[in-house]
């Protein structure tokens, strides 16, 4: 297949949590189109086996490519730090993935202590134990298994009070063991920065990956000679593999249902 520079960027998560990445990548491409896959039918990936996070990620991959996307941003942590590798051997289109901010915040540290919120799945990855090995040599990391967070974020719970006191029995056990910066190692979590905010004490940093991955995405379509070359107007086409979808409840009306 022949990639042209005026083909569809594809973005996919397992929900709503990629939207996130997706604000940065429009702020950052105002001139390129996107498709959006929600594989919500089969959320969350956090709980999930490798084996079956590979397969979710070669369906939804198939599906972008047969609607010619250029390059496609796995804007899931859970499915990028266990299945990029493989993508990226499988197919022939540039793939960009996400992964905890922990080597920003190692540097940003001033206790030497940070926190990693994150699902089962990328916590418990080679790539994120690569990645932490590689880069927190002096400092130490709390990681904290976010179970049952995407959940409420899928079901637009942004602040409740059950979510309140989820996150609280999170982030407590972190602040007593002196972190200044916690990492949203999940796109869903961003979601949640609001109520982070509120719940944290002022210094406390808190980093996603959001705006990192969208200079990234800028950096290879520039190298690849894939930038668009017109502007097409903002456009965004939504997907979602679930019939009742909840993405409805944080985009335009724009999506269709998709089997796969
Ligand atoms: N938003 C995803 C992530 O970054 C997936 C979470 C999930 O489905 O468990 O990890």
């Known amino acids: 297949m022949k990639i042209s520079?005026?083909?569809?960027?594809?973005?996919?998560?397992?929900?709503?949590g990629g939207l996130t990445i997706l604000s940065s990548l429009k702020s950052m491409l105002p001139q390129e189109q996107f498709?959006?896959?929600?594989?919500?039918?089969?959320?969350?990936?956090?709980?999930?086996?490798?084996?079956?996070?590979?397969?979710?990620?070669?369906?939804?991959?198939?599906?972008?490519?047969s609607k010619r996307c250029k390059l496609i941003v796995v804007a899931c942590n859970t499915a990028s730090t266990n299945v990029i590798e493989?993508?990226?051997?499988?197919?022939?289109?540039?793939?960009?993935?996400?992964?905890?901010?922990?080597?920003?915040?190692?540097?940003?540290?001033?206790?030497?202590?940070?926190?990693?919120?994150?699902?089962?799945?990328?916590?418990?990855s080679r790539l994120f134990a690569q990645t932490s090995d590689n880069f927190?040599?002096?400092?130490?990391?709390?990681?904290q298994i976010g179970d049952g967070l995407v959940e409420s974020i899928e079901k637009g719970e942004?602040?409740?009070?059950?979510?309140?006191?989820?996150?609280?029995?999170?982030?407590?056990?972190?602040?007593?063991?002196?972190?200044?910066?916690l990492v949203l190692g999940c796109t869903h979590y961003s979601f949640l920065i609001p109520l982070?905010?509120?719940?944290?004490?002022?210094?406390?940093?808190?980093?996603?990956?959001?705006?990192?991955?969208a200079?990234?995405?800028?950096?290879?379509l520039k190298k690849e000679h894939l930038l668009s070359s017109k502007d097409l107007g903002e456009t965004v086409k939504y997907f979602s593999t679930a019939t009742n979808s909840t993405l409805l409840n944080f985009i335009p009306e724009n999506m269709k249902v998709v089997n796969f």
């Open 136 to 143: 927190t040599q002096n400092i130490r990391v709390i990681e």
């Open 86 to 124: 493989v993508l990226r051997a499988k197919y022939n289109i540039p793939f960009i993935g996400i992964e905890p901010a922990i080597k920003s915040a190692s540097l940003k540290s001033k206790t030497k202590v940070i926190g990693v919120l994150a699902t089962r799945g990328t916590l418990s």
């Open 196 to 213: 982070l905010k509120a719940i944290l004490p002022k210094n406390i940093q808190i980093l996603d990956s959001a705006d990192a991955v």
């Open 215 to 220: 200079k990234q995405t800028f950096r290879i």
């Open 5 to 16: 520079q005026n083909n569809y960027l594809g973005v996919f998560d397992s929900g709503v």
């Open 35 to 65: 498709l959006y896959v929600s594989d919500d039918a089969n959320a969350p990936y956090g709980i999930k086996s490798k084996d079956e996070i590979t397969e979710r990620c070669f369906e939804v991959v198939d599906f972008l490519i």
């Open 158 to 181: 942004l602040a409740n009070s059950k979510l309140v006191d989820l996150l609280n029995s999170y982030v407590k056990p972190m602040l007593y063991q002196n972190i200044d910066v």
